[in-house]
């Protein structure tokens, strides 16, 4: 863990906020330390519920980066990935995640809590719904 790399997560956040968006950012690092790109929170300003910053890097690594450099990367973030920067982390082929605010502590600075979960409902039709899968993964 690289207390400077954190801290410049922590200031991207900042410029998040004062930029007019949700206070949140994160930064890709090399094995080497060198950083390699930087990413703010962009939801209010782009009108894109998707537009974390942890979101963002994950997608610019899975095009921009061969698996093995991506495995190399870690990413520093001013807070704890959410669910959907999670799966696309999972995704990206980053090798390593260090943040700041857990999601808790991050919960607990909230007067309004989290999002609420979107009603689910299945599985269903399975023996339709499982022929394109079939065979596709090896
Ligand atoms: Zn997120």
């Known amino acids: 863990m690289n207390e400077e ?51 963002k890097l994950a997608r610019w690594a899975a095009r921009s980066l061969d698996p093995a450099t991506a495995a190399g990367t870690t990413m520093y973030t001013s807070c704890e990935p959410c669910q959907m920067c999670s799966g696309a982390l999972a995704r990206s082929g980053i090798g390593h995640v260090v943040f700041a605010l857990s999601g ?27 022929v394109p899968v079939e065979g596709y993964y090896p």
């Open 5 to 55: 790399h954190l801290r410049r997560a922590i200031a991207l956040a900042a410029e998040a906020r004062a930029g007019g968006n949700p206070p949140f950012g994160s930064l890709l690092v090399g094995p080497d330390g060198t950083v390699i790109a930087e990413e703010r929170n962009s939801t209010l300003t782009d009108n894109d519920i998707t537009a974390h910053p942890e979101l």
């Open 104 to 130: 808790d502590q991050l919960n607990g600075l909230k007067t309004s809590g989290g999002f609420p979960a979107v009603p689910t409902d299945g599985p269903h039709l399975y023996d339709e719904a499982r």
